[in-house]
């Protein structure tokens, strides 16, 4: 036998779009950490320039760097926001590629 249950009141004040002292501006980082990040980002980008980060990065890819070719691949092609999920009758083809180095030794710079 069930018992008729009454539904809870809701508590609090109810959402509204806009400013709310009780969100953080900065998602789940505190401001401290936000500040912290973004100083260091700033201070990293005036001891070296984009550029001269960038032609760091394709000199290490030419030289079989795994982590360089990754980073450069994760930058033009983007992260998936979310973990894919197949399910079902579709079907995933996934191609391995194995990244020598000059000396022939196989995925350098892990």
Known sequence: MIKNRRRAKPRGKPFQKGDDLRRGKNGALCNEAAIYGTTYRNCLARMMPPEELA????????????????????????????????????????????????????????
């Open 55 to 110: 032609k760091t990065v394709v000199r290490a890819a030419k030289a079989g760097r795994v982590w360089a070719i990754q980073m450069i691949h994760d930058d033009a092609v983007g992260l998936p926001t979310q973990p894919v999920n197949i399910n079902g009758d579709k079907g995933l083809t996934i191609r391995v590629v194995q990244v020598k180095d000059k000396n022939g030794n196989g995925n350098t710079g892990i």
